[in-house]
């Protein structure tokens, strides 16, 4: 399975802040779109079905990944024996080539993005007052763990246009092109693959 996500806002370094409240945005992000995923993907949606005559598998999945007090959703997981690549097409305020100066280097942005890809481990990856922050049953997101993600490329180019209100001369734009392939045949779907 092929899909394209895409993140506009705040994308800042590692450094020595843990950066949770930032990663919880990214999360959020996501989640309205893999949201919508598993609502127009025929088999995603016969998954989520959660009429009384079918077995609801994302009830089983929320189940499974309970977290926190969050009941996370994740797509590329061990549950359904999928690893994915990723494709990121990162457009930030800087020439091409330049080294990036103004939100912190590429790597370390780049593990911020790959946190907020993911499902956290426990509530230490939450920021304080996270569960007040959501009203939705289930939180979708699109990795179990990073460890899932097998290749993925950075393309960095200019972000062209005036700042808009709100926005920061440091924020990101970034597409995402998810990758799915299967890994464990015994649990696997092949229409997810």
């Known amino acids: 399975m092929e899909f394209r996500l895409t993140y506009e806002g705040a994308l800042p370094a590692a450094g020595s802040s843990a950066r949770l409240f930032e990663k919880h945005i990214i999360r959020k992000a996501m989640h309205e779109q893999l949201k919508d995923l598993w609502k127009v993907h025929p088999l995603l949606s016969a998954f989520a079905s959660t009429s009384p005559e079918r077995h609801s598998v994302i009830r089983e999945i929320a189940r499974t990944y309970r977290r926190a007090g969050f009941n996370f959703v994740p797509l590329v997981s061990k549950y359904f024996g999928l690893v994915c690549s990723l494709d990121i097409l990162f457009l930030r305020r800087e020439n091409p080539g330049h080294v990036i100066t103004q939100g912190g280097d590429l790597d370390n942005r780049i593990k911020v993005l790959f946190d907020g890809l993911r499902m956290p481990v426990d509530a230490g990856e939450l920021p304080t007052g996270a569960d007040s922050d959501f009203a939705d049953e289930f ?16 393309t960095t180019d200019r972000l062209l246009g005036p700042l808009r209100e709100g926005e920061h001369e440091s924020d990101v734009r970034l597409v995402i092109k998810v990758a799915t392939r299967i890994v464990d045949h015994k649990v696997a779907y092949v229409e997810l693959g």
């Open 139 to 154: 939180f979708y997101c699109l990795l179990e763990g990073d460890a899932l993600v097998t290749e993925f490329n950075v």
